[in-house]
């Protein structure tokens, strides 16, 4: 079936900056849809951002200009280099990969913007 594994989270300072990677244990060249999602305490599981197979992305708007999601083929993984952090970005940062009826979620990551 496949496991995502997210790593990279902790504790920053608004303006800070960080790395969320997601390794994959199926190759991601054969997932067609790789995405960040993230959840806030008290709040529902939000999309972050997306990367198709293609190479296109897109974003959630209140994190345009911030964020990037990218793929990393040589570490098969899944990343999402994150600038400018406010603190209305804390929360648990998911990673998802869907193809066809394969549809995969990582445990999570804790991000936390305070100063």
């Known amino acids: 079936q496949g496991q995502l594994a997210e790593s990279g989270g902790g504790l920053v300072q608004p303006g800070g900056s960080l790395r969320l990677s997601c390794a994959a244990s199926?190759?991601?060249?054969?997932?067609?849809?790789m995405a960040w999602y993230r959840q806030a305490p008290g709040k529902e599981r939000e999309l972050v951002a997306r990367h198709y197979s293609g190479g296109s992305t897109d974003y959630a708007d209140s994190v345009k200009g911030r964020f990037t999601i990218s793929k990393d083929y040589a570490d098969n993984s899944l990343s999402l280099q994150m600038n400018s952090l406010k603190p209305e970005d804390t929360g648990v940062y998911y990673c998802?990969?869907?193809?066809?009826?394969?549809?995969?979620w990582g445990q999570g990551t804790q991000v936390t913007v305070s100063s």
């Open positions: 998802r990969g869907v193809n066809g009826a394969l549809d995969i």
């Open positions: 199926v190759n991601i060249a054969n997932i067609y849809l």
